[in-house]
């Protein structure tokens, strides 16, 4: 029973502790138990609670599988019945003592043999008598019992004590102790077990046979301990997980409610210009509309006058009356044309009808409730850099939909396909980079040049500017415009310039008729253009602002960022989506969305969603958003909804 002692240690010395635990009572009537029957999975029920259980789960006994009350492990009932579950004599044996510790007094058994009562004090744990103070002293004075262990009878006697010299007996033969280990049936036996059920079988001395066992339960009491080890971290590492996951949905449900909010700002400014434009179609529909009810009113009242002039002469007039005036009234008549007037009505409320219908496209913005999602990201640093790269310029081949990425400080303008592998490279100061028709136009900031490519990077033509080419964009398949700036040194001149594409060679043809000098005066250090359907917006690097210009030059509107407290900052590169809405870059790392009115639409992209330094930017074949970054020297793509 060495292994109990040890068992025993380690669970708690005391009474007091196990039955703190609950360990001796059933997990199912809640009470100690009576007749504690053990499962393979070592839970312990009373016989008669297992009966019951079993008994509502599983009505056929017979060949019954029911599952653990505690750890709900099926387990299958044996051939026996649920009586062939092992008795756990561990739990009777404790609640042997447990209940020898609740009497309030014992009785002295050795004075009970003199026909006396007295108070019991002690207990010889080789006799297992209880025996008295008196009885005590001598009872370790005799030659038999002086070797004899005595303890005081406290409620926190050692159940190791107590158990290590009370040897449970045979279950089949009650008055013979088990001394020795079956290792065929794998149970303790008494003397008469060999000679009648276990003859022949292999057995050993318990101290030799608890040896083996002991350390194959100790061995199992360390997997049991790490698996308990791996429990508690997959445990752990769940509420972790739990509360990162709580703490990721309420940041979504921030952002969310950060994007709702920017969202109904811009469906609230979208809807003011809708309304406005529709209120000055609807005034000027109904002032003309007007204007005609009043003409025909007055139309009515002479043929009203006509009709009742007529019809008297015809109902009353003599014949030769009538002939007299006949002339006078067919004219009449012919003046008036009566059948325009009906036409004239009908082609009117047609027109009008169309007005009420409210079209959503003309709301002009995508619809923004998701983060950005990053779809691809590529670098174009190569060793053979010497400087940090500046992607100044972007734009995709319609015929490909091939990236053409200019590296203003490194010389370079290379072509990747769409999935960020290199194509091609060519040594050109680049600054931006434009499509014209199947071709691209490239600003040559350095040489002061426009140079025309093919889509294999294979130059065309090339022209001279006045000054430092900066921004280029096309009008359509025969136009482009420009921006030139002073550059460092101040040798050059701000300007802006329309060019014609001549076809054979196809050349750039400044359109000299068409001067931009006065809005050029308005602005201060111009870079990038931008052409739209009717307008073209010019960024002002150096005043934080965006010049939305129609044809002519004139200044039309401003953009100077979301607010006074959230303005625009040295602007980037620029590009339009499907609805001519400006999508523009700044130093503040955000990709700004914004009317053609120079109303703010949203963020399309910001520091939060991995954006470093934006510069150039533009929109692929899928529509989506491409982004180069000034430093990191990386082109990122991001879906545009």
Request: charged share 25%; glycine share 4%.
């Amino acid at each position: 029973m060495k292994g109990f002692k040890m068992a025993t240690s380690e669970l708690g010395s005391s009474l007091k502790e196990i039955l703190t635990q609950d360990f001796l009572c059933c997990q199912i009537c809640m009470d100690e138990f009576d007749t504690p029957k053990m499962l393979p999975c070592l839970h312990s029920y009373c016989l008669k609670c297992l009966s019951q259980y079993v008994k509502q789960t599983a009505p056929d006994l017979a060949d019954a599988v029911f599952l653990c009350p505690t750890c709900r492990q099926e387990i299958q009932t044996p051939p026996g019945g649920l009586e062939s579950f092992p008795t756990n004599f561990f739990i009777v044996s404790l609640l042997d003592v447990m209940r020898s510790q609740k009497d309030a007094t014992k009785k002295c058994d050795t004075c009970l043999l003199d026909s006396t009562e007295s108070e019991a004090s002690s207990i010889c744990l080789d006799c297992n008598n209880y025996i008295c103070k008196k009885c005590s002293e001598f009872h370790c004075k005799t030659k038999l019992t002086v070797n004899h262990q005595v303890v005081q009878l406290t409620d926190d006697v050692s159940i190791t004590v107590l158990k290590s010299k009370k040897e449970p007996t045979c279950q089949k033969h009650e008055d013979k102790d088990l001394i020795l280990f079956c290792t065929k049936c794998e149970t303790p036996v008494c003397m008469k077990c060999i000679a009648q059920d276990h003859n022949g079988h292999t057995v050993n001395e318990i101290p030799t046979a608890v040896v083996e066992r002991k350390e194959t339960v100790s061995t199992g009491l360390g997997d049991i301990k790490k698996s308990i080890e791996t429990l508690q971290g997959r445990l752990k590492n769940a509420d972790e997980t739990l509360e990162m996951i709580k703490e990721g949905k309420e940041k979504v449900f921030q952002d969310l409610e950060e994007r709702v909010a920017e969202l109904k700002q811009s469906l609230d400014k979208q809807k003011e210009v809708v309304q406005s434009d529709f209120e000055a179609k609807c005034k000027a529909e109904e002032k003309q509309i007007l204007a005609d009810k009043d003409t025909d009113e007055c139309k009515l009242g002479i043929l009203q006058s006509t009709l009742d002039f007529a019809g008297k002469i015809l109902a009353h007039g003599k014949d030769v009356e009538i002939l007299q005036l006949h002339k006078q009234i067919s004219h009449r008549f012919g003046e008036l044309k009566l059948e325009n007037v009906e036409r004239y009505h009908s082609t009117n409320i047609n027109h009008v009808a169309p007005i009420v219908q409210l079209d959503t496209k003309l709301l002009g913005c995508p619809l923004l409730l998701k983060r950005p999602q990053l779809l691809l990201e590529f670098s174009t640093k190569t060793e053979n850099d010497t400087e940090d790269p500046w992607l100044s310029g972007v734009a995709i081949l319609p015929s490909t939909g091939n990236i053409i990425v200019a590296d203003h400080l490194n010389t370079k303008l290379m072509m990747y396909n769409n999935q960020g592998i290199l194509i091609k490279s060519l040594t050109e100061h680049s600054l931006d980079i434009a499509i014209v028709g199947k071709h691209i136009a490239i600003s040559n900031y350095s040489n002061k040049q426009i140079m025309i490519l093919d889509d294999n990077l294979e130059m065309l033509s090339c022209t001279l500017t006045k000054s430092y080419c900066a921004g280029i964009t096309p009008l359509h398949d025969t136009e482009i415009m420009i921006t030139t700036s002073k550059g460092s040194a101040g040798t050059g001149e701000n300007g802006i310039y329309k060019f014609h594409l001549n076809q054979n060679p196809l050349t750039p043809v400044p359109d000299e008729e068409q001067s931009y000098k006065d809005t050029v005066s308005k602005i201060s250090s111009p870079r990038y253009i931008l052409g739209l359907r009717r307008n073209f917006i010019v960024s002002d690097f150096s005043k934080n602002v965006l010049h939305i210009c129609d044809m002519e030059g004139n200044i039309l509107h401003t953009y100077e960022g979301k607010d006074e407290d959230d303005p625009l900052s040295e602007p980037q590169g620029m590009c339009k989506d499907n609805h001519d809405n400006i999508i523009v870059a700044d130093r503040k790392n955000r990709i700004h969305l914004v009317s053609q009115k120079g109303d703010f639409i949203a963020y399309l992209v910001t520091e939060k969603d991995g954006l470093e330094k934006p510069c150039a930017v533009t929109l692929n074949l899928d529509g989506d958003l491409v982004v180069t970054e000034r430093s990191s020297g990386k082109v990122k793509v991001f879906k545009y909804q």
